[in-house]
């Protein structure tokens, strides 16, 4: 009759205005009856927490659950879940504590919402509290504490367990290897009562990641002989690609290459970005390409896939034109993709490119990203600009140990000791624990800036604080030094009373100081140690033979020289190469086969009498060869660093800062004619040598001198 009785005019009525939820209540009510009209607004109200919690509108989500007369125990656990994703922990407790009704789901979301929160002691207080416990509860707790590294409580949870199932098994194995437990995680695999594809893929990867991948391609053998029990799946395929990539198991990963493709994997996006990544570690970047353009593809994995691909392979060009390609195609970049491309930038030293990543970065609100930031600030102090690195550093929201090596090293490469020892003071209040890198990073700023004392401080510091392991690396920064600041004989000490044997690479250090204070007697003990361990090492021979030239024993420089053709040791030619609008323009010592040679000597000559001028007067001890004062002079001149400086000084405008690389160390006549060019042209040049960044400006070098 209700029905009946409507008319059209009414109709529109009660669709426009309030009436119309009324009279549809009072319609529902008599259909359904009061029972069912009842669930049928609870599953209304459960359909709009679910949209509004997906979308992370979690005050709307409360808002909508509050007007709920009786919430079951299910709508009470979607808002606790929401609240601890959202990071919320109190609302998610007081809320807990509300509920009239807790079943085993609900303790466990809570637990699980403990974890996702940090609060290890609120979710062990729970679970010691609950009235029942699942297998669920128990894997609940075990996956949090591994997942903090808490191995140790999670072991003994693990073996509490009154009835143990596969999930457990395998989430214990997944945080033993994710913990750098392998062996423990291979133990546990081989006690398995019974093995799942999860179980198999865990223990591939874990061996993998741990540098076994020739053990995880025997376990995946292993794995494939068991017959049809065990399946592998994409992601078992993934991570046995992978092993190939690292193992550069060539023959193998096209096996496997030809085994999913016949599955129908090969066309799963991360299958192709792990043979993409397979291939170009092989060095058959073709193969990469071709699987790249097997298909047509928006996914984001296989061109970042591609963008490393070709970093890997030092291709660094035509990575950042994929990237470049992939930002066209409208394939928005993720972490990965940024840090890839900066890498390249980074090979190439292209800071104009890697500027234009960081603005495409900060469009996508990723610059203060961890990933993303961390590479920013790499990209920055590689290619000379450690202040806007610095800058970077400030603004990334939650810094991780990457970051602060990162800054610690950036300051350190270019010659800021004090910056670099006020960030760790930072970095030890902020309750970051340093490890190796933070403690080399830290030596070599004390080492850059003739910290000596401060460097003696940290090596016994970090000796003592048995949390980090004193390598090799960190005696050589130590020797690095005692040398620079003259006490060779304490470092030679130091060097034979290590622990550990020493290797070339600390005796070249000892001997490279040698050069700087023109120790022949230490410098002779030092390579002799040194081609005893490495007889074809040739910079012993160059680092030798220069320290008899300076000192004018050309005899012995003959006789070097002599023994190194005998060898054949070939010397590495000093190169120096300046990027400009994405070029790279290389020169070598005199050289003249650039294209711009004759205007580069013009400057250069114009500058030799500016230096004259002002006292200038070359230093011939670096002309390493045995010829007339007036050739030496000229030699000097042109080494390829100044031939860098000048094409620098006609290629941009006036007042620009030149950035200069070297692959090798720069000289002393070098480095005070800089000084004075820097003065001369007003203009900020920084020079990176084979070991640190200079900036030269109105006359002076951010080293002091000290180098």
């Known amino acids: 009759m209700l029905i009946q009785n409507f008319k059209p005019s009414l109709l529109a009525f009660y669709i426009s205005g309030t009436g119309f939820s009324i009279t549809v209540t009072k319609i529902s009510r008599c259909f359904m009856g009061n029972a ?19 979308n992370q509108r979690i005050d709307e989500a409360r808002t909508v659950f509050d007007k709920l007369s009786f919430p079951d125990v299910y709508l009470y656990t979607m808002m606790i879940t929401g609240y601890a994703r959202n990071y919320r922990f109190d609302h998610a407790l007081q809320l807990f504590y509300e509920m009239p009704v807790k079943d085993v789901v609900s303790w466990n979301s809570m637990i699980k919402g403990c ?45 509490k367990m009154p009835f143990r199932d596969i999930a457990a098994w395998n ?33 591939i990867g874990g061996l993998d990641q741990h540098g076994r991948s020739e053990e995880a391609l025997g376990l995946f053998r292993q794995m494939v002989g068991c017959g049809v029990e065990v399946k592998p799946t994409s992601s078992t395929y993934c991570c046995v690609i992978t092993a190939c990539a690292n193992a550069s198991a060539l023959y193998q990963g096209v096996q496997i290459h030809a085994h999913v493709f016949k ?100 469009k996508l609100g990723l610059e203060t990203d961890v990933f993303v930031g961390n590479s920013l600030i790499v990209m920055y102090y590689r290619c000379g600009n450690l202040n806007d690195g610095v800058a970077i550093f ?30 760790f003071n930072q970095m030890v209040r902020s309750m970051v ?51 620079r600041s003259g006490k060779l004989e304490e470092a030679e000490e130091l060097i034979r009373n290590m622990p550990v044997k020493a290797n070339s690479m600390v005796w070249l250090v000892l001997l490279s100081a040698c050069t700087m204070h023109s120790k022949l007697e230490v410098a002779e003990r030092a390579a002799k140690c040194i081609i005893d361990l490495e007889p074809h090492c040739s910079s012993a021979y160059v680092l030798l033979s220069n320290l008899y030239a300076s000192a004018n024993r050309w005899s012995d420089v003959s006789r070097i020289r002599r023994e190194m053709k005998q060898r054949g040791i070939t010397k590495q030619p000093g190169r120096s190469w300046i ?50 004062d007036e050739q030496k002079e000229v030699m000097l001149s042109y080494h390829s660093e100044r031939l860098a400086i000048g094409f620098g000084l006609i ?35 920084i020079v990176r040598d084979s070991t640190r960044f200079h900036h030269f400006m109105d006359g002076r070098c951010s080293c002091g001198d000290y180098w």
């Open 171 to 203: 989430s214990m194995i997944y945080g033993y290897c994710c913990n750098g437990r392998v062996e423990d995680g291979l133990r546990l695999f081989q006690e398995m009562p019974c093995r799942n594809v999860i179980s198999w893929t865990s223990m």
């Open 115 to 159: 974890f996702d929160c940090a609060d290890l002691t609120m979710a062990r207080k729970l679970f010691d509290e609950m009235p029942e416990r699942s297998v669920v509860s128990w894997t609940t707790m075990i996956n949090g504490f591994l997942q903090f590294g808490k191995i140790e409580v999670a072991e003994g949870l693990f073996y």
């Open 579 to 628: 990027t400009i609008k994405g070029w790279r323009n290389e020169f070598l010592s005199g050289d003249r086969s650039h294209p711009s040679s004759d205007r580069i000597y013009q400057k250069l000559e114009w500058l030799g009498g500016k230096l004259k001028e002002l006292g200038y007067v070359p230093d011939q001890r670096f002309a390493l060869h045995d010829v007339e």
């Open 36 to 54: 069912n009209y009842t669930k049928f607004c609870t599953f209304s109200y459960q359909s709009m927490i679910t949209d509004h919690l997906r």
């Open 394 to 423: 400030k603004r990334i929201s939650k810094k991780n140990i990457v970051s602060w090596n990162s800054v610690i090293v950036g300051c350190a490469q270019h010659g800021c000791g004090m910056w670099a020892l006020a960030f």
């Open 263 to 362: 599955l129908g994997y090969s066309f799963d996006a991360y299958i192709s970005a792990a043979l993409i990544t397979f291939y170009a570690n092989c060095k058959q970047m073709e193969d990469s390409l071709r699987v790249f353009h097997g298909k047509l593809h928006m996914n984001v994995v296989i061109w970042t896939a591609l963008v490393t691909g070709y970093g890997l392979n030092c291709k660094h060009e035509d990575a950042l034109k994929v990237f470049g390609e992939m930002m066209r195609e409208g394939v928005l970049p993720n972490q990965s993709s940024f840090t890839s491309a900066l890498n390249s930038c980074c090979g190439l030293e292209a800071l104009d490119w890697g500027r234009e990543i960081h603005t495409a970065a900060v």
């Open 651 to 685: 290629s941009t405008v006036e007042g620009s800062t030149i950035t200069v690389m070297k692959n090798l160390r720069v000289c002393g006549d070098c480095h005070s004619a800089i000084k004075l060019i820097a003065k001369i042209v007003r203009r900020k040049i």
């Open 433 to 483: 624990e340093p490890d190796e890198i933070t403690f080399t990073g830290l030596l070599s700023a004390c080492s850059h800036s003739g910290m000596s004392q401060k460097g003696r401080c940290l090596f016994k510091y970090f000796s003592e604080n048995k949390s980090v392991e004193v390598k090799l690396d960190h005696y050589a920064c130590m020797v690095d030094i005692l040398g």
